[in-house]
């Protein structure tokens, strides 16, 4: 069989059975017990697990009392061999979609992780009490990791749990995971990021349909690069875990079915059916009835939106605002754009600037509205304009994660950043991922109502926004919804196509 040959059956083999053991390959139709038979068979050779009849948490202790088995079956225990090699309990089978519940008790202080796929991990720490919980506390998701990066610099990403639903120590919890394993082309190319559907402790959901970009830290070299399939890891070397309950189920069905609708596309390549322009106004010459009409502005070529098609550069233009006949509240959206090299006036020595505004909640007719912006622009990290960053536009209030006063991907996201009514707050992106001049990007937003919404260009996480509000006519703070979404024109020649939006549940 040659090379191709055998990845190609590699793929077919991934795509259709998700369960693979040393001695035989089969396809359950149910839960896989992990504790059942002779337990440590189902694992890599490891150190410092054993079977045990019974354990207790030592009070102030990070330490179990613990009765020794008398024969296999019942729970499993991490015996504290902090630090020792092969510590990790690693499945002799791989995964690939998957759902995990565990039971698991800690003691006070106690470390531990889940690493699905040997790569993606939700956190296990005896985080009882924490008021504020951070990724590193119970469920979860953990940072990637650079080793060569010096400091704080080397951990990034992870998202803290929504809630903290940690019991005392030497309590008996559960933590169940649905997992969604990255997808690949036929050339082997990620095209998909892993997902995590869902994470609950104790019955309490404390992540909900989470992207992750790439592997967390800890993994180990075997686990750096992503795959296909990969096997069940729990972490062994920083504290006693013991684990009464071990059930893994493979996904025949994309667990994302279940919580997502179908794309629908909102611009359809020949019109702006479904859309309205409205003009903005122009350099020394602001609300007059002179400015450029906003229907002139954006005009449909070849499949694309084409913005201020056939101005002379470095003309005085008027800014515009397309905007969606729909409302819409929880949303996952793709907006396709490239920049052009024409500028235009006031903006000729500027960054290139435009945007996509939702959640907009007074006059459209208004550039610009009030709303919530993910910035488009072309400049880096410090510049005025860079996609990425966030603005709240007038009555509008909302949250960003920062630290010391001044925002990093990554960051404790408590306490927050406050973007006020009022004027046009910002909050900055550390990121870069814009493509060159003329070659196409892709940005995403995706929103959970007022609760939050994300900013990724081109598959990187670019900014979050938390708790968005608007003031109503009462002068009250009141949850910002939902509200219709917008195209910006902001001088400065550009392209949009391939916008779609998916419902989300």
Do not use: C
């Amino acid at each position: 069989m040659n090379v191709f040959r055998a990845i190609l059956a590699t793929i077919i083999i991934g795509s259709l059975i998700q369960y693979k053991s040393a001695a035989q390959i089969q396809q359950p139709a149910s839960a896989i017990d992990m504790l059942q038979g002779d337990v440590l068979s189902n694992f890599e050779p490891v150190k410092g697990w054993k079977m045990v009849k019974s354990v207790e948490a030592i009070p102030n202790k990070t330490e179990f009392m613990v009765t020794p088995a008398t024969q296999n079956g019942g729970q499993i225990l991490n015996n504290g061999a902090i630090k020792a090699k092969h510590s990790f309990l690693v499945t002799k089978g791989e995964f690939k979609d998957i759902k995990i519940d565990l039971e698991f008790m800690v003691p006070k202080n106690s470390n531990a992780g889940v690493y699905v796929m040997g790569r993606y991990e939700i956190q296990i720490f005896g985080s009882y009490g924490v008021t504020e919980p951070t990724f590193s506390d119970l469920g979860g998701i953990y940072q990637s990791w650079d080793p060569e990066k010096e400091g704080d610099l080397r951990g990034s990403g992870g998202v803290a749990p929504m809630v903290n639903a940690v019991k005392a120590p030497g309590e008996w919890q559960t933590l169940s995971i649905v997992f969604r394993a990255p997808r690949f082309n036929k050339e082997g190319i990620k095209v998909e990021n892993a997902r995590f559907i869902s994470v609950k402790v104790n019955d309490i959901l404390v992540q909900d349909n989470v992207e992750v970009p790439g592997p967390t830290r800890q993994g180990g070299d075997r686990f750096k690069q992503e795959a296909l399939m990969g096997p069940i890891s729990i972490q062994g070397n920083h504290g006693p875990v013991a684990i009464k309950k071990y059930e893994v189920t493979p996904l025949e069905k994309d667990p994302i079915l279940d919580i997502e609708e179908k794309w629908t596309t909102l611009f359809n390549g020949k019109d702006l059916k479904g859309w309205t322009a409205y003009n903005g106004w122009t350099a020394g010459d602001r609300g007059s009835e002179n400015a450029i009409k906003g229907e002139e502005i954006f005009k449909v070529n070849n499949g694309v939106i084409h913005v201020y098609n056939g101005a002379e550069p470095g003309s005085n233009q008027s800014n515009a605002n397309l905007v969606s006949e729909q409302s819409f509240s929880i949303f996952h959206l793709q907006v396709e754009y490239r920049w052009l090299k024409n500028k235009l006036e006031p903006r000729t020595n500027a960054n290139r600037d435009a945007g996509i505004l939702f959640h907009i909640h007074t006059n459209p007719k208004n550039v610009w509205p009030a709303s919530i912006e993910m910035q488009l622009g072309d400049g880096k990290p410090g510049d005025k304009y860079v996609t990425g960053d966030v603005f709240v536009i007038h009555n509008s209030r909302a949250e960003v994660p920062v630290e010391n006063e001044k925002y990093k991907l990554g960051a404790n996201l408590s306490p927050r950043g406050l973007l006020d009514e009022g004027k046009v707050g910002k909050g900055a992106t550390s990121v870069y991922a814009e493509n060159e001049i003329g070659e196409w990007n892709l940005a995403e937003v995706i929103v959970r109502g007022s609760g939050k919404a994300e900013y990724y260009l081109n598959g990187k996480l670019m900014n979050e926004v938390y708790n968005m509000k608007f003031k109503d006519k009462d002068n009250l703070w009141k949850p910002l919804n939902s509200g219709q979404i917008s195209l910006q024109a902001e001088w400065a020649e550009l392209q949009y196509r391939t916008i779609r939006l998916k419902k989300l549940k």
